[in-house]
């Protein structure tokens, strides 16, 4: 079965660091893509950035671009965010999340984790 295990959330300061990490097992596909979601509260849930496992392109959306960096470990089967220059509104639950049809990091993902709390105090 397909699992996501996400950890690495915690408190942090503003303009600190954290680096969440998705551990993922259970694929049986050559090409897939990891996302990363977050939802605050009262607010819907976001695409914060995604990479591809063929050739780990990546993409991130506006609000995070420049602070956040989307890896792999393909040797770990894990998948890393690198959070930087964090901010209070950067708190958030992060979701990392698998997706095995293409077109990838688009629509729906497949599969999710069960979310990792990020708090970012000023």
């Known amino acids: 079965e397909v699992q996501l295990v996400e950890s690495g959330g915690g408190l942090v300061q503003a303009g600190g660091s954290l680096r969440l990490s998705c551990a993922a097992s259970g694929f049986t596909v050559d090409n897939y893509a990891i996302r990363w979601f977050r939802q605050a509260p009262g607010k819907e849930r976001e695409e914060v950035s995604c990479i591809i496992s063929s050739d780990g392109s990546t993409y991130y959306a506006d609000s995070v671009k420049g602070r956040f960096t989307i890896s792999s470990d393909n040797a770990k089967n894990t998948l890393y965010l690198q959070m930087n220059s964090l901010k209070p509104e950067d708190t958030a639950v992060y979701y990392c999340?698998?997706?095995?049809?293409?077109?990838?990091?688009?629509?729906?993902?497949?599969?999710w984790g069960q979310g990792t709390q990020v708090t970012v105090s000023s």
């Open positions: 999340a698998a997706e095995v049809v293409p077109p990838y990091c688009t629509g729906r993902p497949d599969y």
